[in-house]
């Protein structure tokens, strides 16, 4: 069984920092890819950011550059997202998504059809 568990969402304020966390069960960190999606209301899901054992290669949607951090553990197997310089249009609920196969996440962004999805956690940035 592949289990995906977010941690760490909450309120942040503007110009602050969050740290969301992915523990990962039953997916091999060392073939796998993860990365990490949200979606605020009225708003499209959007790719947010992935890491793939594929080289490795990260991907960041532009939004974010410069800003977020996303960093795995293999010991822990547990991803982050380190959250800087937060800004309310960061507001959204969060999702873990792993894939037991590599090349979901390239330098070209997230290729859709994750399997398996996190729960999610709600970031809330105030203004």
């Known amino acids: 069984e592949v289990q995906l568990v977010e941690s760490g969402g909450g309120l942040g304020q503007t110009g602050g920092s969050l740290r969301l966390s992915c523990t990962a069960s039953g997916l091999d960190f060392d073939e796998s890819t993860i990365g990490w999606y949200r979606q605020a209301p009225g708003k499209e899901r959007e790719g947010v950011a992935c890491?793939?054992?594929?080289?490795?290669?990260?991907w960041y949607v532009d939004s974010v550059k410069g800003r977020f951090t996303i960093t795995k553990d293999k010991a822990k197997n547990t991803v982050t997202l380190q959250m800087d310089n937060l800004q309310p249009e960061d507001t959204a609920v969060y999702y873990c998504?792993?894939?037991?196969?590599?090349?979901?996440?390239?330098?070209?962004?997230?290729?859709?059809?994750?399997?398996?999805w996190g729960q999610g956690t709600q970031v809330n940035v105030s203004s």
């Open positions: 890491v793939s054992s594929e080289g490795p290669a990260t």
């Open positions: 998504a792993g894939d037991e196969l590599p090349f979901y996440c390239s330098v070209y962004g997230m290729r859709p059809g994750y399997d398996y």
